[in-house]
């Protein structure tokens, strides 16, 4: 079945750091992958998407680029603030489908 | 006025307890979902309603129950919690009309079973 794996956390970062979270994912169709994000005490929101090989999603100076040679969509951000402190979830879902299939969360904390 | 409204915020019960979580949506989407949240597991589907006269299970809809009221309105049940049901639950709402599926989570509720 279909499947998203991410980095497993914490991931602690000091401000203006580069910044990767890894997620690769296992599918039997041509999903679209998602970035959610879960600020505290709030629930989730879109980042980023992309909805088909090579796209690249961005929003907030976050990217990710679907890979599918590779089964990848890592969230890369070149300077990291501590607003940025937050879960990130890597999802994936189809276009007539009932759920989205997500990844366990990756917590990132930025140090000032 | 926020998209999509959880009540209650927090909630402690005991065992062997009725409990039902409400959501409200003013985002005029036709489909809802309940999922539920636990450490280190991701968000997993509970119900979903493509509209009002359709509910169907999700992957752990053991021990809950919904109802579609309205086409704004989605609760969830917990018929006789129990600890294992101390989670943070998320109501979340899609339209059918966008193709990639995107949906537009609440703020949670986070439920305490004793």
């Known amino acids: 079945g279909d499947s998203v794996t991410q980095m497993e956390g914490p991931v602690t970062l000091s401000e203006e750091a580069f910044l990767t979270i890894n997620c690769t994912y296992t599918a039997t169709g041509y999903p679209s992958l998602f970035w959610y994000v879960q600020y505290p005490g709030e629930g989730l929101q879109l980042l980023l998407k992309?909805?088909?090989?090579?796209d690249k999603g961005s929003n907030k100076g976050f990217e990710a680029t679907y890979r599918k040679e590779t089964t990848s969509f890592h969230l890369e951000k070149g300077s990291v603030q501590v607003s940025d402190s937050a879960v990130y979830f890597c999802a994936l879902t189809y276009s007539s489908a009932s759920k989205i299939i997500f990844g366990s969360g990756t917590r990132l904390s930025i140090r000032p | 006025d926020a998209d999509v409204t959880q009540t209650p915020r927090n909630r402690i019960t005991k065992t062997g307890k009725r409990i039902m979580l409400e959501c409200s949506q003013t985002?005029?989407?036709?489909?809802m979902y309940w999922y539920r949240q636990d450490p280190g597991l991701g968000l997993r589907l509970i119900y979903y309603?493509?509209?009002?006269?359709?509910?169907n299970k999700g992957e752990i809809s053991d021990g809950y129950s919904v109802s579609r009221q309205a086409q704004a309105k989605f609760s969830l049940s917990l018929e006789s919690a129990i600890p294992n049901q101390t989670a943070l639950y998320f109501c979340a709402t899609s339209d059918s009309g966008i193709p990639y599926n995107e949906q537009f989570f609440g703020p949670g509720t986070r439920l305490t079973v004793l």
């Open positions: 309603s493509f509209d009002v006269k359709d509910i």
């Open positions: 992309a909805t088909k090989a090579d």
């Open positions: 985002k005029g989407h036709d489909r």
